[in-house]
């Protein structure tokens, strides 16, 4: 559980230097933090076998580190450099690690779900034991591709948990305002699927249900809603203060019962010292300034490689009598596409 | 007995329907790859709401030929993901006004893989679908939008107008390692031709074919544009028109180098789709044109698409909107001045 406590703290400290190094612009576009999800995001990654599958919306870097994505890679993501975790082509939203089955964060709500179940049905085609975990918020569940891909993995009987990170918020909005079945876990029913709710932010417990439901899952094709619930601290992106849509009573109330407070305090109930705890903050700190150091020095993507992988090998060939008349520029957009190892 | 040599198996040609091309390519793929699976409306039981898929389900079972809901959202969706998996799905729309509700998938998902996550993971998928007008099929059912996902970096996009092409585009498709839409035509599912039988047999994507000769007049068009298109030229001819007809083939990429060999020989082009031309396909042919063939041109490039109007369902307005012969000939005879 220490190892796991060093995950936790890994997110929320990578989260807050992100946060600043977004503030100092070395981080743009969105920028969506994990900080009060930590708990969710160790627990289902550890009771996930190395060789599941995962899928996530686009508040993914609790995941990616979760997961064992290294946090240089990450944060030279952020930062839009040669070596993070997408060459500098994704950012925030668009982790990958496909070696860990981390098959992205995606940035259109409720989008990755069909994605998943496709990944959970070609598990099934190639006869492999794994699973699939498809985090999304609790804004997704109000989407036709939420409805779709439920009753695809139910009717099919796909090895897919759907597990909503429900922090009450999907940005602005809280759950009480945008879904008639505000017990997200129970629209499970409507396709015969199991739904199941977690305390979010209580690590043994989102542990003992991920697994619980991986292993059905795994072993008799039964898909299931996981809703977790938790809370994030941050505003929706860094871009939102947060404030609009909640008091700083209700943050302050939340923050009480901290998934890294909580977590700590077993620890020290198990015999962990204050000084173990130290230790771990100290690694952790260091960790994300290496990340920093790391992604400073990371050479920025070559300008000339713009359409980079955007097709396969081969396709410069099938491209190249598109030339005469393209648009200016145009026509020195080369792919050289295939993976990127 | 006739004995049949390995080179002349390999240029035998059968005659059959576009739609037959299509079933036979299907029928390849499926045989030679086992990660080739077909997923779709009605594409199994009912054996494809065009029947192009009919008997496969009973040839090669109902996980490799499968019957989805309507839910083209989720089960396009599906196919995105199986292909980032090593899967080659092969997506039916029923037609391609249904693409429309999962354009999602299509644009922001599928078009996206390979740039987005900097080449660590592909999506090596193909939907194919028809479109076409002419049937009264009314507004919602009688669209063309080759245009749209042809402006779509990330998708490759391909028109078949012949049987031949239908089984080598196809099969092109389900080899090429992106995501591929495969638009199909209705009202020429059940015109004949030549269709080679060898199984590898492929139409390269990217490269248009010159489907007719001629020295007055470059006809540019895809799709059964291109049906309409060789008509006209028949009738031209007879006036002693020589027009020569260009078959794009593929639109993403789009093989501007025969387009542009054409007009520097004729000095004239006229552009045909049978979608809405503003915004459209021939909108960028002809940019492409007058900028490639500047000095070559005689007469400005002229275009011929569905006149922008929802579709109506009275026959004779249907037959009014439509990229008709007689539009095309007009053209051409403008264009010729």
């Given amino acids: ?341 | 007995m006739t004995v049949v040599t390995p080179d002349e198996q390999a240029q035998a040609v059968e005659r059959m329907t576009y739609r037959e091309a299509l079933r036979l390519a299907l029928r390849e793929e499926l045989s030679r790859d086992e990660r080739v699976f077909i997923m779709g409306e009605e594409v199994g039981v009912f054996e494809g709401s065009y029947k192009v898929t009919a008997g496969l389900m009973a040839e090669f079972g109902a996980d490799r030929v499968r019957d989805t809901p309507i839910s083209e959202e989720g089960f396009v969706g599906a196919g995105v993901g199986a292909a980032m998996l090593g899967e080659r799905p092969v997506v039916e729309i029923m037609t391609l006004n249904f693409l429309l509700v999962a354009m999602d998938q299509v644009v922001n998902h599928a078009a996206k893989i390979g740039a987005m996550f900097g080449g660590e993971v592909r999506c090596p998928m193909v939907i194919r679908t028809p479109n076409g007008a002419g049937n009264q099929l009314t507004a919602q059912h009688s669209q063309s939008f080759d245009g749209w996902f042809a402006g779509t970096p990330g998708l490759k996009v391909v028109t078949p107008s012949n049987p031949a092409d239908a089984k080598g585009l196809l099969k092109a498709a389900i080899r090429d390692e992106d995501p591929v839409l495969v638009i199909e035509n209705l009202p020429i599912y059940k015109e004949k031709g030549d269709v080679p039988l060898d199984p590898e047999f492929v139409t390269p994507i990217g490269r248009a074919a010159v489907a007719r000769q001629g020295s007055d007049l470059t006809i540019v068009s895809h799709s059964f544009a291109t049906v309409r298109a060789l008509h006209v030229a028949e009738q031209l001819a007879e006036d002693g028109i020589d027009a020569e007809v260009i078959d794009l083939r593929s639109l993403r990429p789009l093989d501007m180098e025969t387009v542009a060999a054409s007009v520097a020989k004729t000095n004239r082009a006229l552009c045909v789709e049978e979608g809405w031309p503003s915004y459209g396909v021939t909108a960028e042919l002809a940019a492409r044109i007058s900028k490639a063939c500047f000095d070559d041109l005689d007469a400005p490039v002229e275009r011929v698409g569905m006149a922008e109007v929802p579709l109506p369902y009275a026959k004779n307005l249907e037959t009014a909107a439509m990229p008709n012969e007689d539009r095309i000939a007009a053209a051409a005879r403008s264009v010729l001045g």
């Fill in chain 1, 1 to 341: 559980m220490l190892a796991m406590y060093e995950q936790m703290l890994l997110i929320r400290v990578f989260e807050t230097e992100a946060e600043r190094q977004y503030k100092a612009a070395r981080i743009g576009g969105y920028c969506h933090l994990s900080s009060g999800q930590e708990a969710t995001c160790v627990g289902v990654v550890d009771a996930m076998d190395d060789d599941d599958l995962l899928v996530t919306g686009y508040r993914s870097h609790g995941f990616a580190l979760a997961r064992g994505t290294s946090p240089e890679a990450v944060m030279a993501e952020l930062f839009g450099r040669r070596d993070g975790c997408a060459h500098g082509r994704g950012g925030s939203m668009h982790l990958l690690d496909t070696d860990r089955g981390y098959y992205g964060g995606w940035g259109i709500v409720g989008g990755q779900l069909p994605l998943a179940t496709g990944l959970a049905l070609a598990l099934v085609r190639q006869s492999k034991p794994q699973a699939v975990i498809c985090e999304l918020g609790d804004g997704a569940v109000n989407m036709g591709a939420w409805h779709e891909s439920l009753n695809l993995a139910a009717l099919w009987k796909l090895p897919v948990i759907f597990l909503v990170v429900n922090n009450k918020y999907g940005m602005g909005t809280s759950v009480e305002r945008a879904s008639a079945e505000p017990d997200l876990y129970k629209r499970a029913g409507s396709y015969r699927m199991h739904g199941e709710r977690v305390d979010g932010d209580d690590l043994e417990a989102v542990i003992e249900t991920t697994s619980r439901l991986l292993e059905r899952a795994r072993e008799q094709r039964e898909p299931a809603v996981l809703e977790a619930i938790t809370y994030r601290y941050r505003g929706h992106s860094v871009a939102d203060a947060g404030l609009a849509y909640r008091t700083k009573d209700e943050i302050t109330e939340r923050q009480q019962r901290d998934p890294l407070l909580r977590t700590a305090a077993r620890l020290r109930d198990a015999g962990a010292s204050t000084e173990d705890l130290r230790e771990i903050d100290q690694r952790v700190e260091e960790r994300v300034q290496a990340a920093v150091d790391f992604a400073l020095d990371s050479p920025e993507p070559d300008v000339g490689a713009l359409a980079w992988a955007m097709y396969a090998k081969g396709s410069d060939e099938q491209f190249a009598r598109m030339r005469p008349g393209s648009a200016f520029g145009e026509e020195e957009l080369i792919f050289d596409g295939g993976l990127g190892k």
